[in-house]
């Protein structure tokens, strides 16, 4: 076989291989927002990807490397907010209607991979870095959103707390989904009680 065909057979072997590879990865991100990463087996990975388990095994080793490859592809589909489009808004109550508006927004359009995330993870070792990556990213958030704010000390922490839960999956959830509001009452509703915050006492009310 001469060099050029065994250097076009092993280009071609390497397409197949990569193909395979993003089947699978597309599957397990498909059953992760049907039936939850807890639910996913290797098993139905493979039928769903069309493909061996031991297939899925050579591209992924373990758990942990499939979930990795899962949240990046879902990821670059899904974008996060960029909280640096944030910064550039000076007034703080804008700068925080905005951040909610685009969180909002996003956990809309999300919203059946993430209920899944949330109620899967704490039984789903494999999902601890992709959690450590939110968890980070919406530490960025919160800094993003109280910078340049006058708060300190404990009023400063109330306000990043009343922020941290503003922002969160769960408020909105709460707010949309339990009690009806629509995404731009619920926001309005944590912005006006991030603003409260910076009157609420810091010591136990005396009886």
């Known amino acids: 076989m001469s060099t050029e065909r065994r250097t076009y057979t092993k280009r071609r072997r390497a397409e197949a291989e990569q193909a395979t590879r993003q089947r699978i990865t ?6 992760h927002g049907s039936v939850g990463p807890a639910r996913t087996t290797i098993s139905a990975v493979a039928d769903r990807a ?47 209607r905005r951040a909610l508006a685009d969180l909002y927004s996003f956990y809309r359009s999300n919203e059946a991979m993430l209920e899944n995330v949330t109620r899967d993870r704490p039984f789903v070792e494999a999902m601890a870095k992709p959690a450590a990556a939110m968890l ?67 010591s136990a009310p005396r009886p």
């Open 26 to 31: 597309e599957a397990a991100v498909e059953l």
């Open 50 to 96: 069309g493909v061996q388990r031991a297939t899925v095994y050579r591209h992924f080793p373990d758990e942990e490397a499939l979930f990795a490859a899962c949240s990046g592809h879902w990821a670059a589909a899904n974008p996060l907010p960029d909280p640096g489009t944030w910064q550039e808004i000076a007034g703080h109550p804008e700068r925080l």
């Open 136 to 202: 980070a990213y919406f530490e960025v958030v919160i800094e993003t959103i109280v910078a340049g704010r006058p708060e300190r000390g404990h009023a400063r922490r109330r306000v990043k707390a009343a922020v941290g839960h503003a922002t969160s999956f769960g408020a909105w959830q709460s707010l949309v989904r339990q009690h009806g509001l629509d995404d731009s009452e619920a926001a309005a509703m944590m912005a006006a009680m991030v603003e409260a915050t910076r009157s609420v006492g810091g």
